[in-house]
């Protein structure tokens, strides 16, 4: 009897164990499936907001991708690997244009005194362009089959800012890139000016006219300092076979000029679009020669790639008084500004004229642009 009381009660025992195993396995599965539908939500969840945010990457990208001018493929033979120093400045900027859109490899080294990166931006990430944050008076060693070098802050404000440097840029700046041009067999093009002229007592200038210039005054530092750099590139040529091109660049004015930068055409259409008074110094007599900036790249790229060894002027002979361009810019423009007239600048050339007869039978280069349709 005893024996059949313990056999129901293991019997009971394992049955009440059973069913709650069972329910306890219940319990689990409808907590497992609860479960999984939760996750298999923060799943799609997180699916669908990981394609959203790959939507918006995609459409951000599109957004943000450079679009850059269409380049001519050159083949290897005939693609020249070319440094321009200055080349985010206003005529450094678009010579590298003209250079890329000819299918060369283009290094633009600027330390952005007068240089703005947003004239090169439309190249940045192409395979054919690099920019390098570089000041000049710095040595630079890259591999290079020509040198442009432009890099020099170019108007009277900025170059009397800090006359030192303006000397050292040409001065210890030239040394560097000829220095260069020894070491890699390049061939250098210095950006010379219609400056080293003076204030000419020769009219018009041509390239064998040795200038009138104050070697002490306000902007001997830049006179003074290009005149040394031609000096450099002349000794370097002769003493260390350097192949250098010297171009003496005169007044130049077209797209991305710097707005403040002191000169006649920005601060004479500055004025006029503001209502200012349009600001002549002295009587406004004096004579100035402008060429439009796609004139002068093609100027320079002829010279480049010339046998001239020899300074060559690279400007527009279409004389004008300073008067007389006051008046074109504010008929254009249609303003009520006034003109006036302040003194003199100290050492203010009074006559410009470019004789470019070098240049038009040595390359067949002259000027296209008429004034008032570049303005």
Known sequence: MRNYYWSLRNLVLFGGLALVAIVTCRE??????????????????GRDEVSELKKRLQALEKKAKIQHPAVKFLPEGKRKRILVTGGAGFVGSHLVDKLMIQGHELIVVDNFFTGRKRNVEHWLTHENFELIHHDVVEPLYIEVDQIYHLACPASPPHYMFNPIKTIKTSSIGTLNMLGLAKRVDARL?????SEIYGDPEEHPQNENYWGHVNPIGPRACYDEGKRVAETMCYAYKKQEGVDVRVARIFNTYGPRMHMEDGRVVSNFILQALQNLDITIYGGGKQTRSFQYVDDLVDGLIGLMNSE????VNIGNPDEHTIEEFATIIKDMVGTNSKIVHHPATEDDPQRRKPDIEKAFKGFGWKPVMPLKEGM
């Open 28 to 45: 689990i599965a409808s907590i497992a499936r609860e479960n999984t539908k939760n996750v298999d939500g923060i799943l799609m969840t």
């Open 189 to 193: 093009l210095l950006a010379s000016t």
């Open 308 to 311: 001239i060894t020899s300074p």
